[in-house]
């Protein structure tokens, strides 16, 4: 398999590959100067076995049990970090290396947020906009998880903004532009941070989301929204700068400078694994490695945002 065929299994960008190789994450091969992936490599990845030696004890995760986040989950089926950027990917694979059993689970923040209140995952992670206070992530856990106290971790600061057609043939120049008839958008689906930036600021413009064209049109990851957009099959999309450098034929218009962050119930602080994970975030040698690859502020990594 190409790296692209192995991020579309593991629901991750190309990048997101190439990170999990550099970190010794995922076993691969090279045919020439091409790197190839084998099935039984990517299963022993997905199956935590990748790098035993790195590892002070074997580790056994359940195939089936990586994304299954229904009501009947049992809390021992594993460490589950929700979320969907790169940094979440190398953050679970150095916490299997050092012997806890983490998944992800790839789900948008309000979902993340939902599946945290009925103890589905350990961690959740939210880049989730409020604007009636302009600020993030604390009006909606105390929405989305009331009466539980929690701890919010930053992970990263973030630019979004609006992809474009190369040359923005269009003229976009903001949020406004969404309520134009000659133009087409490509959505993030619902409880994605993007979407809920999106809608807010539509509602305080007076759009609504039903005039706009493609609006209905649901994607579930950034890379596919810039794809498109690249493509020509959309005008307009919300996302992340760094995934806009990935694509071709694509402009990023900055808009909004974002927070996400890590949410965990307060009382599940003393826990092993939480304590592992906040130790990895908080190592200079995680800072070092993220600080090189561009599209991230760790300016604040780890520090405690609020307790709620």
Known sequence: MTAEEVALRLKIS???????????????????????FSAAQLRAYVEGT????????????????????????????????????????????????????????????YDSLVSLYHDRVGVATAHLWDGASDSYNIAHVRALLPGI?????????????????????????GW????RDDIRMINREKGAGSRVLLDEHLRRLGI?????????????SHLALASAVGRGEADIAVG?????????????????????????????????????????????????EFGAIGGYDLRDIGRVICET
């Open 14 to 36: 190309k990048s997101g590959v190439y990170a999990l190789i550099k970190a010794g994450a995922i076993g691969h091969y090279k045919v020439g100067r091409k790197i190839r």
């Open 50 to 109: 990748a790098c035993p030696a790195a590892r002070p004890g074997p580790v056994v995760l359940e195939e089936g049990r990586h994304f299954d986040l229904g009501a009947q989950r049992p809390g021992s089926a594993g460490f589950v970090i929700c979320g969907q950027d790169l940094i979440l990917d190398v953050l679970s694979n150095l916490l299997r290396q050092r012997g806890v059993m983490a998944l992800r689970a790839y789900i948008g923040s």
């Open 149 to 173: 106290a929690c701890t919010i971790v930053n992970v990263t600061w973030r630019m979004q903004g609006l992809y474009l057609a190369e040359g923005n043939p269009k003229r976009i120049t």
């Open 176 to 179: 406004a532009d969404f309520g």
């Open 208 to 220: 609504s989301g039903s005039r706009i064209a493609g609006y209905g049109q649901e994607s579930a």
């Open 240 to 288: 992340t700068e760094k995934i806009a450098r990935q694509v071709d034929g694509v402009a990023f218009l900055p808009m909004q400078r974002e927070r996400y962050d890590l949410v965990v119930k307060t009382e599940h602080l003393p826990r092993p694994e939480v304590q592992a994970l906040l130790s990895v975030l908080r190592s200079q040698a995680f800072k070092a």
